[in-house]
T-cell receptor
């Protein structure tokens, strides 16, 4: 069964450093998402991406965050200058369409900001 | 804005016992409803979904869920739990075709299921 792949599984970084989290969505999917889960809290929506542009973003997704689809297969989340509070599990998801369709999730990247 | 409440943070059951995990949602119309499961080190796996039609939906691994509009609930059930069902379970809602935020999922807090032998 096709799956969403995320790398790395765990990323440790120093506060103020830039990090890039990588995702390979399912190959024929058109819609891409990032979510995060701070330890002990809900899974929260960050951003959705379609047709090479952001279609929706949450209030969490401020100027420190950016997303990109640099080629035909990867989808990345960049945090420009990490803060302690960015420590979380970050999930990538993809889907074939929007209304009513199913989002498939990767295993996540655990980001630890020291 | 849509929201989801899972009132039980942690549930413990014995293997072979029945299971019900509660989920209540808040949304202006009938949303799309999902249950996902997360095992340690794994991603979120879809168990089942409700879009329309029959309010009792069947999913993978022997799970089912019932949509009750009057109670704004979408509880997950399994008649006989297996040790391998131990995981964290998330209820999620997505706006339907008439909504403006029809892409994003809104998740509940999650319920951790422990299964005793």
């Amino acid at each position: 069964e096709p799956e969403v792949t995320q790398t790395p599984s765990h990323q440790v970084t120093q506060m103020g450093q830039e990090v890039i989290l990588r995702c390979v969505p399912i190959s024929n999917h058109l819609y891409f998402y990032w979510y995060r889960q701070i330890l002990g809290q809900k899974v929260e929506f960050l951003v959705s991406f379609y047709n090479n542009e952001i279609s929706e973003k949450s209030e969490i997704f401020d100027d420190q965050f950016s997303v990109e689809r640099p080629d035909g297969s990867n989808f990345t989340l960049k945090i420009r200058s990490t803060k302690l509070e960015d420590s979380a599990m970050y999930f990538c998801a993809s889907s074939s369409g929007t209304s009513g369709d199913i989002q498939y999730f990767g295993a996540g990247t655990r980001l630890s900001v020291l | 804005a849509q929201s989801v409440t899972q009132p039980d943070i942690h549930i413990t059951v014995s293997e072979g016992a029945s299971l019900e995990l509660r989920c209540n949602y808040s949304y202006g119309a009938t949303p799309y409803l999902f249950w996902y499961v997360q095992s340690p080190g794994q991603g979120l796996q879809l168990l089942l979904k409700y879009f329309s039609g029959d309010t009792l939906v069947q999913g993978i691994k022997g799970f089912e869920a019932e949509f009750k509009r009057s109670q704004s609930s979408f509880n997950l059930r399994k008649p006989s739990v297996h040790w391998s069902d131990a995981a964290e379970y998330f209820c999620a809602v997505k706006a339907n075709a008439g909504g403006t935020s029809y892409g994003k999922l809104t998740f509940g807090q999650g319920t951790i299921l422990t299964v005793h032998p």
